[in-house]
């Protein structure tokens, strides 16, 4: 690059490019040492359903799933949530006390792997009751020492009604 000045005679600029590509690689070297992968958050085992049913005997060891029922009321909001044929209100605690009796605290082989939540919902009911609902039956934070317990692993969701 070339530089005039008025009065002068022409100076030749250079572009130091070695620096540059030294400082690059150093910025490189310092985002990939610094990276920290992190699960990811609301990571569900969640089966959706087909659009039809599918037709077959099920598996020996595996339980009948738990069916949770959420019914919805005006504007969407939760009015009802059924654990089987049982009404539990609208509290998301009564509904894990529930799944945690059917299933118990310590789970051993054969319940939590197998155990299904299927839940049910109606349509115009609001995506973050369904998120409770997931996180009710999913697990909970134990307050003793801190630690997440999982109640059930595997949840899926009826077809929607209207």
Do not use: C, H
């Not at 969640?46 to 009321?73: F, N, S």
């Not at 299933?103 to 009911?125: F, H, K, Q, R, S």
């Not at 934070?141 to 009604?161: H, L, Y």
């Amino acid at each position: 690059m070339k530089v005039r000045r008025a009065g002068r005679r022409e100076e030749k600029v250079e572009l130091m490019m070695t620096p540059m590509i030294d400082i690059v690689f150093q910025l490189l070297i310092f985002f990939i040492m610094t990276f920290k992968i992190v699960a990811p958050e609301g990571d569900f085992n969640i089966k959706m359903p087909l659009a039809a049913p599918r037709e077959g005997l099920p598996k020996d060891d595996q339980l009948p799933p738990i069916t949770v029922r959420l019914k919805a009321g005006s504007g969407g909001r939760l009015a009802d949530i059924q654990y089987g044929q049982r009404s539990l209100g609208t509290d998301f605690r009564a509904l894990r006390g529930q799944v945690r009796q059917a299933i118990g605290d310590d789970p051993g082989p054969g319940t939590l792997a197998n155990t299904e939540v299927e839940i049910d919902a109606d349509y115009d009911l609001r995506y973050e009751y369904v998120v409770e609902a997931i996180t009710a039956v999913s697990g909970y934070v134990d307050p003793e020492s801190g630690t997440i317990k999982k109640i059930v692993e595997k949840i899926k969701f009826a077809p929607p009604r209207r």
